[in-house]
């Protein structure tokens, strides 16, 4: 029996993977769904579409960059499994919302005034859930988990939050988006019941008075998990590539629908090869590194991320677009001529984003005292949040300058190169760090 397999067996791992996988897959079909509808029924502009998206991407981010600091050390002070039954109860909460606002936008009641502000509203409600969720997700592995399932376990949260991500992405596109509202509220509660199952995970310190300075407690979480070199290449590192993946994310259905000529079911289907590719690389290269913490196929896989990038941009450029405004079903878009060698650069680039983030994050957990795990999560999330809001910033700024959205892609290559020469020096300082220390003469 494998490890992976093992894993999913166990009850001190089965109901934190499938409460993750729920969450993740609730949070993509609310999100896509809102962004799918609003893009093809609200807008009608390829700017307008393409600010939209980036605006939704940009408020689920903030809460990520306001509440890590205090979400970590919640996770690391107090019962991680108390912690996931009081979010994902929550969760229950903000989907009524977020179900209210689709409702309202499907029958087309006051959509700019209210329908569109529940929306965004829910979506900044989604991302404190997540910020709330994140730390506990990864830190609770080295708790429950022996060291050699680490990185196994590290590898089957990925590639089962794409996963979810692959599932809520398929529905978005294809189902009524009154339907989806439904949809989100019964997965919640689903979500809600797995994480009662969770075992209980108790503080492995003893529960210090918690900060709720914002500024103050980030900035002091974020010094204290720096200091080792290995951690602060890594956090950096994932930061870049959650920076790509945010653009390309962004651009998907605005490019879909003005470049490509496509329906809302192709978008689904560009976000749905994006997270099986992913989900590919992340259980790939737990197979190639053996079980080992390691960046040593980091810098080749996000150069090969950014060569997919390229292929990727030439093939939009080659693409020729439908005449008269008419959009290309998923059918009809996969009986176009560049279609194959689109979708599989699409696939290329994910597998290979995989291959490259899956062990910075376990590096994140295993290279820290196991009582510190979930800080250093919360500080990973708080520079990717920011990294993230600059490249949603950045696409705004880009769309309002009139720059179109293919060229834009070459913006993610360009940040590929960036990651493999921080994955390159991560490299030599985990290789320095395995040396044996010089004998003194």
């Given at each position: 029996m494998t490890t992976s397999t093992h894993l999913v067996r166990t009850r001190r791992f089965a109901?934190?993977?499938?409460?993750?996988l729920l969450g993740?897959?609730?949070?993509?079909?609310?999100?896509?769904?809102?962004?799918?509808?609003?893009?093809?029924?609200?807008?009608n502009s390829e700017?307008?579409?393409?600010?939209?998206?980036?605006?939704?991407?940009?408020?689920?981010?903030?809460?990520?960059?306001?509440?890590?600091?205090?979400?970590?050390?919640?996770?690391?002070?107090?019962?991680?499994?108390?912690?996931?039954?009081?979010?994902?109860?929550?969760?229950?909460?903000i989907m009524l919302i977020g179900g209210a606002g689709l409702l309202m936008a499907w029958q087309g009641i006051a959509i700019d005034l209210f329908a569109i502000p529940l929306m965004l509203a829910a979506l900044f409600a989604l991302g404190m859930h997540s910020t709330f969720f994140g730390p506990i997700k990864y830190a609770i592995l080295p708790q429950h988990l022996h060291k050699e399932e680490v990185l196994a376990g590290t590898g089957l949260v990925e590639a089962g939050t794409y996963i979810a991500i692959l599932f809520?992405?398929?529905?978005?596109?294809?189902?009524?988006v009154e339907v989806?509202?439904?949809?989100?509220?019964?997965?919640?509660?689903?979500?809600?019941?797995?994480?009662?199952?969770?075992?209980?995970?108790?503080?492995?310190m003893e529960p210090e008075k918690l900060d709720w300075n914002v500024w103050r407690a980030s900035k002091r979480l974020i010094g204290d998990t720096l200091v080792d070199k290995r951690v602060f290449l890594a956090i950096v590192a994932i930061s870049f590539f959650w920076t790509i993946g945010t653009v390309l994310f962004i651009q998907f259905p605005p490019l879909a629908k003005n470049v490509l000529t496509?329906?809302?079911?192709?978008?689904?289907?560009?976000?749905?090869?994006f997270s099986i590719g992913v989900a590919i690389g992340s259980v790939s290269i737990n197979a190639l590194l053996r079980g080992?913490?390691?960046?040593?196929?980091?810098?080749?896989?996000?150069?090969?991320?950014?060569?997919?990038?390229?292929?990727?941009?030439?093939?939009?450029?080659?693409?020729?677009?439908?005449?008269?405004?008419?959009?290309?079903?998923?059918?009809?878009?996969?009986?176009?001529?560049?279609?194959?060698?689109?979708?599989?650069?699409?696939l290329g680039i994910a597998v290979a984003g995989g291959m490259f983030v899956v062990p910075l994050y376990a590096f994140l957990t295993t290279f820290v005292e196991t009582s510190q795990a979930a800080r250093t999560i919360a500080a990973n999330n708080i520079v990717n949040a920011l990294a993230m809001a600059?490249?949603?910033?950045?696409?705004?700024?880009?769309?309002?300058?009139?720059?179109?959205?293919?060229?834009?892609?070459?913006l993610s290559a360009a940040m590929c190169l960036v990651s493999a020469w921080l994955g390159a020096i991560l490299y030599k300082a985990e290789i320095a760090a395995e040396a044996p220390p010089a004998q003194e003469m």
């Open positions: 109901p934190l993977f499938v409460t993750q993740a897959f609730n949070d993509n079909l609310y999100k896509n769904a809102m962004v799918l509808f609003v893009v093809y029924s609200i807008y700017s307008a579409e393409a600010s939209f998206s980036a605006l939704a991407s940009g408020i689920f981010i903030i809460p990520f960059f306001l509440f890590s600091a205090l979400s970590g050390q919640l996770a690391d002070m107090r019962d991680k499994a108390k912690i996931i039954r009081i979010v994902k109860l929550c969760e229950i909460g809520g992405t398929i529905l978005a596109g294809w189902i009524p989806a509202a439904i949809a989100t509220i019964a997965t919640a509660v689903i979500g809600y019941v797995a994480g009662r199952q969770v075992p209980e995970a108790p503080p492995l496509a329906s809302k079911e192709v978008a689904s289907l560009f976000l749905v090869i080992k913490v390691s960046a040593r196929y980091s810098p080749m896989s996000v150069i090969a991320m950014g060569g997919f990038v390229v292929i990727f941009y030439f093939v939009c450029q080659l693409w020729q677009p439908l005449e008269g405004g008419a959009l290309l079903d998923a059918e009809g878009f996969v009986h176009q001529r560049m279609a194959i060698p689109l979708m599989l650069a699409l600059v490249g949603s910033l950045v696409a705004i700024g880009l769309s309002a300058a009139g720059v179109p959205i293919v060229e834009q892609v070459l």
